[in-house]
């Protein structure tokens, strides 16, 4: 398993932007998909955007498709999330997770190492 660390959260206006990070601890940081999820207050955790362990597949829900990116640097051991025109609904807990294996998956099941969530908040 490896170690994540979330970071990047906070208050932002409608329309805003942030840029959530995750730093991951551990050698095979590289081999493995990430991916970000979350749950906003009285929800259920939801897949938000996952991507492959070399960055060539990505996925996103569509609820933020066009608006958010995933990518990665392995060499940093670390993956972001770029979320763009944000909205209230966007409100949630982030959590970024490690799959332990290449591919993508948008099912929680997937992935194994979990962080412990970082608080964005969109709201005037």
């Known amino acids: 398993q490896v170690q994540l660390v979330e970071s990047g959260g906070g208050l932002v206006q409608p329309g805003g932007s942030l840029r959530l990070s995750c730093a991951a601890s551990?050698?095979?940081?590289?081999?493995?998909?990430m991916g970000w999820f979350r749950q906003g207050a009285g929800k259920e955790r939801e897949f938000v955007a996952g991507i492959a362990w070399n960055a060539r597949n990505t996925h996103y829900s569509d609820s933020v498709k066009g608006r958010f990116t995933i990518s990665r640097d392995n060499a940093k051991n670390t993956v972001y999330l770029q979320m763009n025109s944000l909205k209230p609904e966007d409100t949630a807990v982030y959590y970024c997770?490690?799959?332990?294996?290449?591919?993508?998956?948008?099912?929680?099941?997937?992935?194994?190492?979990w962080g412990h969530g970082t608080q964005v908040t969109v709201s005037s």
């Open positions: 997770a490690a799959s332990g294996t290449f591919y993508v998956s948008s099912s929680q099941s997937g992935y194994g190492s």
């Open positions: 551990g050698r095979t940081f590289s081999t493995q998909a």
